[in-house]
């Protein structure tokens, strides 16, 4: 099962499915209802249910039907540290970038 790529344009650069799924799973480290999820995220409710059932079956978020709350799993908490790890080494990497280019400009 895949994601697709979702893009939504609200007076800022468009997310990729990598930054809203870190976003979801940083919604639900405490436990959060669907709606809250969805506000937060800023995701129609089709993409969200998109998004929540691949996170489930990736054993990243899990649901609790008693609470009726999604919650990130310890393999999701992995995943998070890896994205701003990464996210990081991006800006450190535009950083260089743009002082590359004063250089030769």
Same mark, same amino acid.
């Given at each position: 099962?895949?994601?697709?790529?979702?893009?939504?344009?609200?007076?800022?650069?468009?997310?990729?499915?990598?930054?809203?799924?870190?976003?979801?799973?940083?919604?639900?480290?405490?436990?959060?209802?669907?709606?809250?999820?969805?506000?937060?995220?800023?995701?129609?409710?089709?993409?969200?249910?998109?998004?929540?059932?691949?996170?489930?079956? =990736?054993?990243?978020?899990?649901?609790?039907?008693? @609470?009726? %709350? $999604? /919650?990130?799993?310890?393999?999701?908490? #992995?995943? &998070? =540290?890896?994205?701003?790890?990464?996210?990081?080494? @991006?800006? %450190? $990497? /535009?950083?260089?970038?743009?002082?590359? #280019?004063? &250089?030769?400009?």
């Amino acid at each position: 099962m895949s994601v697709p790529l979702l893009k939504e344009n609200f007076n800022r650069k468009n997310r990729s499915s990598i930054d809203i799924i870190a976003n979801i799973l940083e919604i639900a480290k405490d436990g959060a209802k669907k709606t809250r999820i969805m506000y937060l995220a800023n995701l129609s409710f089709d993409q969200l249910k998109k998004y929540l059932d691949f996170l489930i079956n =990736k054993n990243l978020l899990e649901y609790n039907s008693i @609470e009726r %709350k $999604y /919650k990130t799993t310890i393999r999701g908490s #992995e995943f &998070l =540290k890896m994205f701003y790890d990464f996210k990081e080494s @991006e800006n %450190k $990497y /535009k950083e260089k970038l743009l002082h590359l #280019e004063k &250089l030769v400009s």
